[in-house]
C-alpha cells in the first residue's frame, strides 16, 4: 500500500499530557488537495462527504479529540490543558478503568492511540472525551461538551456499524448499534442538563463551538434545534402517549419560539430554517395524530 495518498501527519510539537506528563506528537487531518469534498448535512447537522476513491476513507471526526497514548486521558485539543487541577490524580487513578470500558465496547478490536486514527480509534476518543470532562470545572462548560461529544460518538457507531455489517459480523453490528443508541440517549440528556445549566447560569453556552459537527457552529440556534431533535427522536421510549404529547407541545412551543415558526411574517432566516421547520412539521403531525386518536376514544 505504499501507493497510498496520505490523509494525515504527526505534527512536529509535542503535546504533554497533563495528567502523567507523557510527551507525544498530535496526529493531525490534512484537509487540502481534494481529501474532503463536501457533500449535504443531515438532519442532525452532520456534514457529509464525497467517497473519495483517491485517498480511501477518510474520517474527519476521528482526529478531532487529542489521547494521551499512555494514560488515555482525553479532550479536544484546545482543552486539553483545562482540566481541574485538582481532579488530576482522579484522572490518573482512572487508568485500568478506561481502558476497560474501551475494551469491552470494541473487543475483538484492537484500539491503540499510538497508531494512526481509523474509524474504531476516533470513536473510542470520543467515548473517552465524555469520560475524561466530568473531571473539568463548571467554567469550561463540560455538560454541553460531553453531549456534542455523545453525539458525535453515536453519529461514528452508525458507520462503525455500517462497516462491520459488510464484513458479515452480525454481533459486532448488534454491539455497535446498541452503543450507538445509548450515545443518542446520553446525547439527549446531556444537552437537557446544559440548557437548564446555562438558564440557572451554573455552566454558560456562548463562547463555547457549539458544533455540532467541526465544519461549522451553528451557535446557540443550532443548539437549541439539535436538544429539540433529540427530544423527538428519543420520544419513542415514552410510552404514555399523553406524556408523548407533551414532549411534541414543548418540542413545538420551543423551536417555534426561537424560529418564528407558525407565525410566517416572522420567521428567522438562516442556514437552519429549511431543516427546523421539517423538524416541527414532522412533530406537529405526529401530535395531531395523537390529538385525534385521544379525542376518538373520548368519543367512543
Ligand atoms: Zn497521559
Same mark, same amino acid.
Given at each position: 500500500?505504499? &501507493? $497510498? ?6 505534527? $512536529? ?24 469534498? !463536501? ?28 489521547? %494521551?497514548? !499512555? %494514560? ?27 481502558? /476497560? ?30 469520560? %475524561? ?11 454541553? /461538551? ?51 445549566? !446555562? ?6 453556552? &456562548? ?5 455540532? &459537527?467541526? &465544519? $461549522? ?19 419513542? /421510549?415514552?410510552?404514555?402517549?399523553? /406524556? ?57
Amino acid at each position: 500500500m505504499e &501507493d $497510498k495518498k496520505k490523509i494525515s501527519f504527526f505534527s $512536529k510539537n509535542e503535546t504533554t499530557c497533563p495528567v502523567c506528563n507523557y510527551s507525544f506528537k498530535r496526529e493531525e487531518m490534512l484537509t487540502g488537495r481534494g481529501r474532503l469534498i !463536501a457533500k449535504d448535512i443531515t438532519p442532525e447537522l452532520r456534514r457529509t462527504y464525497e467517497e473519495n476513491t483517491k485517498f480511501g476513507e477518510v474520517h474527519p471526526l476521528a482526529y478531532f479529540i487529542t489521547v %494521551c497514548p !499512555a %494514560c488515555w486521558y482525553a479532550s479536544p485539543q484546545r482543552d486539553f490543558n483545562n482540566i481541574s487541577p485538582n481532579n488530576i490524580d482522579l484522572v490518573s487513578n482512572l487508568i485500568e478503568y478506561r481502558r /476497560k470500558i474501551i475494551q469491552e465496547i470494541f473487543a475483538p478490536i484492537i484500539i491503540d492511540f499510538e497508531q494512526e486514527r481509523n474509524l474504531y480509534s476516533g470513536a473510542a476518543s470520543y467515548i473517552l472525551s465524555i469520560s %475524561c470532562y466530568s473531571f473539568f470545572p463548571p467554567k469550561e462548560s463540560p455538560t454541553i /461538551k460531553k453531549g456534542i461529544s455523545s453525539l458525535r460518538a453515536a453519529w461514528l457507531f452508525g458507520d462503525m456499524a455500517a462497516k462491520v455489517l459488510k464484513e458479515n459480523k452480525k454481533e459486532l453490528y448488534e454491539r455497535f448499534l446498541k452503543i450507538q443508541e445509548i450515545m443518542y440517549e446520553k446525547a439527549r440528556n446531556y444537552y437537557n442538563s446544559a440548557y437548564d445549566l !446555562a438558564l440557572k447560569g451554573k455552566e454558560k453556552l &456562548d463562547g463555547v463551538d457549539l458544533g455540532p &459537527d467541526i &465544519d $461549522k457552529n451553528y451557535g446557540y440556534d443550532g443548539f437549541i434545534y439539535i436538544m429539540n431533535y433529540l427530544n423527538y427522536k428519543m420520544s419513542y /421510549k415514552e410510552e404514555d402517549i399523553v /406524556k408523548k404529547a407533551e414532549i411534541y407541545r414543548e418540542i413545538k412551543k420551543t423551536i417555534g419560539k426561537i424560529f418564528g415558526i407558525g407565525k410566517a411574517s416572522k420567521e428567522k432566516p438562516g442556514p437552519l430554517l429549511n431543516i427546523v421547520r421539517d423538524l416541527y412539521d414532522e412533530v406537529s403531525s405526529h401530535l395531531q395524530e395523537i390529538e385525534e386518536s385521544v379525542n376518538l376514544e373520548i368519543e367512543e
